[in-house]
C-alpha cells in the first residue's frame, strides 16, 4: 500500500532531472516544458492542491511523466485511477494503488498495464508499521526518483481527466520491517523500457539493486 508521498523539488528541477534520458524528443524542448506545465498549474483544478508538496495524498495532481505515440512529456495527473470504461468517477479512491503480481488480471488494469505506463517523480514515499508508527523512504544519496505507474483517460465529461495509479510489489528485504508492500521503483536505466512496456519481470527483479534511506 501506497497512500502518501512527497513531492518537494519544483518544477524545473524535475523537467532537468528527466532531461537527461532525452525523453522530450517530439517538440517539447525544456523551455517550452517548463513553461507549459506552470501556466497550466495555475488553472483550476490543478491550482486547487499545492505543489510542491512533502504529503501528497489522492486526489492530488501530481507531475508524471508519460509517452504517447508523438512524444514523452510531463503532464499534471490526478491520483486515484478512473478506467476509461468507467460510468463515472467513484473508482478513482479505490484505485490509487495496483498491485503487480495481478495487474494483468484486472479490467481496470490490464489495458493500462499493456500500453500506458508512466513515471512518477517523487523525493521519498511514506509507509505506515503495523503500529502505525509513519516512515519516510527514500533513495540513499538520490534527491528524486521515479516510482512505476499506469494512467488512463476517462472522457465522459467536456473535460479528459487524466489519472494514475501505482503500481506496488511484495515488500524487499529493506522495507519488510515496515510493511509487506512498496511502490515499484524505476531505475534510471530502466526508464525507456519501462516506457515502452517491456516484460515487467525485470523491474520487479532490481528492487533490491538500490539503497533505501528510511527515517
Excluded at 517539447?28 to 486547487?48: A, G, W
Aim: proline content about 5%; glycine content about 2%; aromatic content about 14%.
Amino acid at each position: 500500500m501506497c497512500g502518501q508521498f512527497a513531492i518537494f523539488s519544483n518544477i524545473r528541477a524535475i523537467i532537468d532531472y528527466y532531461n537527461f534520458l532525452n525523453q522530450f524528443e517530439g517538440g517539447f524542448s525544456i523551455e517550452k516544458m517548463h513553461e507549459f506545465l506552470k501556466t497550466k498549474r495555475d488553472k483550476t483544478p490543478y491550482n486547487k492542491y499545492p505543489f510542491p508538496n512533502e504529503k501528497m495524498t489522492p486526489m492530488n495532481y501530481a507531475p508524471v511523466l508519460i509517452k504517447t505515440s508523438k512524444a514523452s512529456y510531463l503532464d499534471w495527473i490526478r491520483w486515484g485511477l478512473v478506467p476509461a470504461w468507467s460510468n463515472d468517477e467513484s473508482f478513482a479512491t479505490k484505485l490509487i494503488n495496483a498491485r503487480i503480481e495481478t495487474i494483468h488480471e484486472k479490467a481496470s488494469f490490464k489495458q493500462a498495464i499493456q500500453k500506458r505506463r508512466a513515471l512518477l517523480p517523487v523525493n521519498y514515499f511514506y509507509e505506515w508499521s503495523s503500529e502505525r508508527k509513519p516512515f519516510k523512504i527514500g533513495l540513499k544519496n538520490k534527491e528524486i526518483f521515479s516510482l512505476g505507474v499506469i494512467w488512463d483517460v476517462w472522457s465522459k465529461t467536456d473535460t479528459d481527466l487524466f489519472s494514475f495509479s501505482i503500481i506496488t510489489q511484495e515488500a524487499n528485504a529493506q522495507m519488510k520491517h515496515i510493511h509487506e508492500r512498496m511502490p515499484l521503483i524505476i531505475q534510471p536505466e530502466q526508464y525507456k523500457d519501462w516506457l515502452n512496456c517491456s516484460d515487467l519481470s525485470q523491474f520487479q527483479n532490481k528492487q533490491n539493486d538500490f539503497e533505501l534511506q528510511i527515517s
